[in-house]
């Protein structure tokens, strides 16, 4: 009997995909569209098993939507800005365009090998002037319709490689490439006004009922919406200027615990205080780290003492002294706060530390212990005990006092109740050559001057030199003095280009129509978006999803996407990790060596390397290329083939949780598919005598046949994946075993073998085009219907009951689907099995679930 050569079967279905052009996306009004997409890949040059398990999952929602008459759309392209590209360029000495073009060459070729239904005639990398000349007209006109402003903001500024980073970019307080101590610099930046969206936003995530409910929650956190009081203390002999602090607090019902206010080391009255060397370097030292919160909350709390008073706003006789804390942010609030040690742990840390008083303010009901280590912090919907409360009664929720403190406030005119967001504008400026250049100019006398459209795209200069830290568009005169587009005398271009975010940002709407000479396509954007099903990794969950929210709103706003796009992703799917053992051995100084899966030889012993020295086997964990844990899809496929790799990745494990790569379970898949290929050949195109009567396990096996579809189908429309292939695998079973001498039965396997071809097609289409063919049947599975169940085969004869005594599963009955229950009942106790088990005692009780259980307490 022959065996299924993935080697040369598969790129024989790649070819005849290709020549029928199958997967090209067409805009039919008369057919219902489907728009799936995967998030799309940074180019770095390789790609791994996470990559394969990520596209099947769209490959495979692609091709089953086809298959059920819809119109589908499934492109691919590149996020190719950045600064790893910036970073080879200055380690091999080449241009970025140069490596990432390359990389996107090498990937593209390890891709299609897999077979997946992609639109290729759409590709694009967010570094092709045609796209990222679109995306500047779009700046233009978010520009034009008040979505863009330039302010001065707080950054991390790398002092070596004279660029801004990103929060992630710092690692203990220094520059991830360059090493060299971060600071915090104040610079002149372009934003998106994305907080001017904060509610719509907020409130529209109560309509993505396709989302995870993390992300929801991570995206509504994100935005943070609070109601507190806004009001000023008094200062007291402070420098001219400065006769008020202005704090926002969440928790005005704290402020008869107040012990001390605290300000940001960017606050416009620590910068006044800089004459004095000491709260100079203080502010100095606290600006080289991080300005994310997370960064500022894991950092040892400093403060420094200013030696100002402020008056509390409701005792004139109470003064708290004024410090600097290096924890505070100056864009979060107004960069001023109280501090209430006894009801918040960094305050309380913050004042153990500095020997600052503690006084509780409310205590758990029935307690009198006073805060000693650990600040009291009770949900705001928890009842408290006030010991000092500004208003209100004695015992009430957290939310009671909050609202009873700002309405006194109110009245005694110290404060308002206002609403803020946690959510800041959106800055996009990066001093970087290689990200879409901001299309405006620099005119001494016209000021900030938007490029014309016409002009369109401003290109990134090709001969660039990176001898040196610093952005080379900087230092590029040619490109960088240009003439005022307004009045014609010499300008300078901008040379910050935009955050690699604005890229992904709108790519979605691109890939509608991604030659059109405007960012869409008014008749394309309108057939195709929205995002039907989108699918990516959870890490973007909060940023890159954000972001594309609020531009699509922005896009909507200029004109450019339809009113129902204003939220572009209808479902999200966000899927696990795929993960490996590690192994290694010993390096010097205690360090560990990493070793590759293809260089170690696994045992039932142990591992070791080619050489026999052995290997220690480590943690299952993420694949890395720092840990060397990664498998190369491209071995796998020379191996045993794409649809190995694919069946695997969406059969181990439920799509959502990691699932771990063995050699184990790659040989295992392999070897189904190897069975689904005979049963193929031993089935070839035989059939029953038209007048053979069925029998009764004919019938049995087609109304398997009818479940699986049923069972399939709904796996892959609640993306259950493993639980489809889990049901594949037993159909394969049933036709296995299934004597086709029995009557009928012929005819019932042929119809089964048709039936699993064309649900394992979206799976493994190359095998599933070689059976479907060696089946007799016409064209393509991968343009064939997608089978339905017959209602009338799902109705169940019988039924089979698991009977268990005093909670444990002694037995089990087969009997009529639509027994009642007092036949159930003799049914089951005049089960041998049951009736050993009762030794002539009467049950107690006899509990029948119909159609699920039956439950006997002795």
């Known amino acids: 009997m022959s065996r299924y050569n993935a080697r040369t079967v598969e790129p024989k279905w790649q070819k005849r995909w290709e020549e029928a052009d199958i997967f090209a996306a067409r805009r039919d009004p008369e057919k219902p569209k489907y728009y799936v997409l995967e998030m799309f890949p940074y180019p770095s040059g390789r790609i791994h098993i996470g990559h394969v398990r990520n596209y099947t999952m769209g490959d495979v929602v692609a091709r089953y939507k086809s298959a059920n008459g819809f119109s589908v759309l499934h492109p691919m392209g590149w996020d190719a800005f950045g600064m790893p590209a910036e970073n080879a360029a200055m380690a091999q000495n080449t241009h970025p365009g140069t490596w990432t073009y390359k990389n996107i060459a090498d990937m593209r070729g390890q891709m299609k090998p897999l077979g997946f239904s992609i639109d290729w005639s759409r590709e694009f990398a967010t570094c092709d002037p045609e796209y990222y000349g679109q995306q500047q007209a779009l700046f233009l006109d978010m520009l034009e319709a008040g979505?863009?402003?330039?302010?001065?903001?707080?950054?991390?500024?790398?002092?070596?490689?004279?660029?801004?980073?990103?929060?992630?970019?710092?690692?203990?307080?220094?520059?991830?490439?360059s090493g060299a101590l971060v600071e915090r610099r104040e610079l002149t930046q372009w934003f998106f006004r994305i907080s001017d969206y904060s509610e719509e936003l907020l409130a529209a995530i109560d309509t993505l009922t396709g989302?995870?409910?993390?992300?929801?929650?991570?995206?509504?956190?994100?935005?943070?919406?609070?109601?507190?009081?806004?009001?000023?203390?008094?200062?007291?002999?402070?420098?001219?200027?400065?006769?008020?602090?202005?704090?926002?607090?969440?928790?005005?019902?704290?402020?008869?615990?107040?012990?001390?206010?605290?300000?940001?080391?960017?606050?416009?009255?620590?910068?006044?205080?800089?004459?004095?060397?000491?709260?100079r370097a203080?502010?100095?030292?606290?600006?080289?780290?991080?300005?994310?919160?997370?960064?500022?909350?894991?950092?040892?709390?400093?403060?420094?003492?200013?030696?100002?008073?402020?008056?509390?706003?409701?005792?004139?006789?109470?003064?708290?002294?004024?410090?600097?804390?290096?924890?505070?942010?100056?864009?979060?609030?107004?960069?001023?706060?109280?501090?209430?040690?006894?009801?918040?742990?960094?305050?309380?840390?913050?004042?153990?530390?500095?020997?600052?008083?503690?006084?509780?303010?409310?205590?758990?009901?029935?307690?009198?212990?006073?805060?000693?280590?650990?600040?009291?912090?009770?949900?705001?919907?928890?009842?408290?005990?006030?010991?000092?409360?500004?208003?209100?009664?004695e015992e009430m929720t957290g939310e009671r006092a909050v609202e009873a403190a700002i309405a006194h406030c109110e009245a005694i005119g110290i404060g308002q109740g206002v609403t803020k967001f946690r959510l800041r504008d959106w800055g996009i400026s990066r001093q970087r050559y290689w990200g879409c250049p901001i299309p405006v100019v620099h005119c001494d006398s016209c000021g900030v001057v938007p490029e014309k459209k016409e002009n369109l795209p401003v290109r990134l200069p090709e001969d660039v030199s990176f001898d040196r830290p610093g952005n080379p568009l900087d230092r590029h005169p040619s490109w960088r003095d240009v003439p005022c587009p307004a009045c014609g005398r010499p300008a300078r271009r901008e040379t910050d280009t935009m955050d690699t975010f604005v890229d992904s940002s709108w790519y979605y709407a691109r890939f509608t129509a991604p030659r059109a000479t405007t960012p869409t396509d008014p008749a394309e954007v309108e057939y195709w978006m929205n995002v039907d099903q989108y699918i990516g990794g959870v890490e973007h969950a909060i940023l890159h999803l954000l972001y594309s929210r609020f531009f699509a709103r922005a896009m909507q706003k200029t004109g450019h996407l339809p009113p129902k796009a204003a939220e572009p992703f209808t479902a999200l799917f966000t899927q696990g990790m795929v993960t490996h053992e590690t192994y290694s051995t010993p390096g010097p100084h205690g360090s560990r060596i990493w070793h590759a899966p293809s260089d170690v030889i696994r045992t039932e012993k142990g591992a070791t390397l080619k050489d026999g020295t052995l290997v220690e086997i480590g943690p299952v964990t993420k694949m890395s290329k720092s840990k060397k844990n990664v498998v190369d899809p491209m071995d796998i496929i020379e191996q045993y083939g794409a649809d190995t790799a694919r069946w695997f990745v969406m059969s181990d494990s439920p799509p959502e949780r990691d699932v771990e790569w063995t050699a184990a379970g790659a040989d295992a898949a392999w070897k189904h598919l190897q069975r689904v290929w005979r049963l193929a050949d031993e089935i070839g195109q035989s059939a029953d005598d038209p007048s053979t009567p069925e029998g009764e396990e004919a019938l049995a096996l087609r109304r398997l046949t009818h479940r699986t579809i049923r069972d399939v189908t709904d796996g892959i429309e609640t993306f259950a994946f493993n639980k489809s292939v889990a049901r594949l695998y037993e159909l394969t079973n049933a036709i296995a075993k299934a004597d086709a001498a029995l009557p009928g039965m012929a005819a019932a396997r042929r119809e089964a073998m048709l039936a699993l071809t064309r649900m394992m097609m979206p799976m493994t289409p190359h095998l599933a085009e070689e059976v479907w063919e060696r089946l007799g049947q016409p064209g393509l599975v991968s343009q064939s219907a997608w089978p339905q169940a017959d209602p009338a085969l799902l109705v169940e004869d019988s039924v089979t009951l698991p009977i268990q005594i005093n909670g444990k599963r002694r037995a089990e009955i087969t009997i009529p689907a639509d027994a009642d229950p007092k036949s159930v009942e003799a049914t089951v106790l005049s089960d041998p099995k049951v009736q050993s088990y009762l030794q002539g005692k009467t049950p107690r009780k006899l509990i029948v679930v119909p159609g699920r259980i039956v439950n006997v307490v002795v």
């Open 282 to 393: 203080f502010n100095e030292e606290c600006r080289r780290v991080g300005t994310s919160e997370e960064a500022l909350e894991t950092a040892e709390k400093r403060g420094m003492d200013t030696g100002l008073k402020v008056v509390h706003p409701l005792d004139p006789n109470w003064e708290l002294p004024v410090w600097i804390a290096n924890f505070i942010l100056m864009d979060y609030g107004t960069g001023a706060i109280f501090g209430c040690p006894a009801h918040d742990q960094r305050d309380l840390d913050f004042a153990r530390k500095y020997g600052l008083p503690v006084t509780d303010v409310f205590r758990a009901r029935g307690s009198d212990a006073s805060v000693a280590d650990e600040a009291f912090v009770p949900q705001k919907s928890e009842p408290v005990v006030y010991l000092r409360p500004i208003a209100g009664e």
């Open 147 to 177: 979505l863009v402003t330039r302010k001065s903001a707080v950054v991390n500024w790398d002092p070596v490689d004279m660029t801004v980073l990103a929060n992630e970019q710092v690692e203990n307080g220094r520059g991830w490439r």
């Open 211 to 279: 989302w995870p409910e993390k992300v929801r929650l991570m995206q509504s956190n994100w935005i943070g919406k609070s109601r507190g009081l806004q009001f000023a203390f008094t200062l007291k002999d402070a420098p001219q200027g400065f006769d008020r602090l202005e704090v926002y607090t969440t928790r005005p019902d704290t402020l008869m615990g107040a012990s001390f206010a605290a300000i940001s080391p960017d606050h416009p009255l620590a910068r006044a205080l800089e004459g004095d060397p000491a709260i």
